[in-house]
């Protein structure tokens, strides 16, 4: 598959996905959000692929926002349009993607780009990052899942206050927020996410996928998250997962999930 934005490569049973326009700080217009949609999609039908990074191009920026250029002249009927789609295919797709996500946010993360890496199941940040959502600065509020997501992972009053002040943070209070897991050296950031890839994958991959579906309905108003921990985890007793954890535990030998 050809990409004119990103670039999709895969290292073992990992995908790496990388926003490619670094002249624009890798700012996402509509053609980058329709391949990385693709990219997602097709990652996550590969059964061999059990981790998806996404990063963004060169050494400062992860995505510093929607494309200023492209939305400057929409209408409302645009901006509600566009908004609803950028959500159903890249946002909400991602949070809901059944193979983890890890963002490696290795520069500015700022308005859409802050609300994407917010979209992934965690972040790890490089030591420059800076993240923002600057969207009150421009006359907007966050379009693509900001005001949801931000408050759900760092809490409302500090949400209200980085949206309110349109202000960046540093590294240093993304970690204390809970924004980010981890912050490492620039270099070290692709290793560093990598190593941790690496542990996701030798585990059970029908287990993972349903654990990201029962945190994820936690936080949604039409469903009950107990409940759907309730049936995921009955479900488990069925699969090959479970078969081959147990099995493995029992003959005191790691388990083998490669055949998923
Ligand atoms: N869009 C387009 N181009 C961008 C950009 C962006 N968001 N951010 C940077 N660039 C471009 C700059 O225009 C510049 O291009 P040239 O002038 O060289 O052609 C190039 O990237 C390098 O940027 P700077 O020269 O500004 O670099 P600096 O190091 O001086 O500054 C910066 C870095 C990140 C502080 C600065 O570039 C900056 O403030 N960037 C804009 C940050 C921002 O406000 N982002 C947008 C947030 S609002 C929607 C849904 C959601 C959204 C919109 C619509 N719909 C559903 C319709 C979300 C909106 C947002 O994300």
Do not use: W
């Not at 901006?79 to 996500?101: C, H, R, Y």
């Not at 809490?155 to 927020?177: C, F, H, N, P, W």
């Amino acid at each position: 598959m050809h990409y004119n934005n990103i670039v999709f490569e895969v290292e073992n049973n990992l995908a790496i996905i990388t926003i490619n326009r670094p002249k624009q700080l890798n700012a996402l217009n509509q053609e980058t959000i329709v391949e990385l949609h693709q990219a997602f999609n097709n990652a996550n039908k590969d059964k061999s692929i059990r981790v998806i990074i996404l990063t963004g191009s060169g050494e400062k920026a992860f995505v510093a926002g929607a494309d200023i250029k492209e939305f400057a002249d929409y209408t409302v009927e645009e901006g509600t349009q566009l908004a609803a789609n950028g959500q159903k295919i890249l946002f909400d797709f991602v949070e809901n993607l059944s193979t983890p996500v890890i963002a490696a946010v290795n520069g500015f993360a700022l308005g859409g780009g802050l609300e994407l890496a917010l979209a992934c199941h965690f972040r790890i940040a490089s030591d420059n990052a800076k993240m923002g959502l600057p969207e009150v600065s421009l006359g907007l509020i966050p379009g693509y899942g900001g005001t949801q997501r931000l408050p759900q992972l760092i809490g409302k009053g500090r949400a209200m206050e980085m949206i309110m002040t349109a202000s960046m943070i540093d590294v240093k209070q993304a970690l204390a927020y809970g924004l980010v897991n981890y912050v490492v050296k620039q270099e070290a950031l692709l290793p560093f996410c990598e190593k941790i890839a690496t542990k996701i994958s030798q585990n059970a991959p029908i287990a993972i996928s349903v654990a990201i579906k029962a945190i994820n309905n936690g936080v949604k108003k039409d469903v009950n998250g107990f409940q759907t921990e309730i049936v995921e985890f009955g479900n488990c007793f069925g699969t090959r997962d479970f078969n081959e954890g147990v099995t493995a535990f029992l003959e005191k030998r790691k388990a083998d999930f490669s055949g998923e």
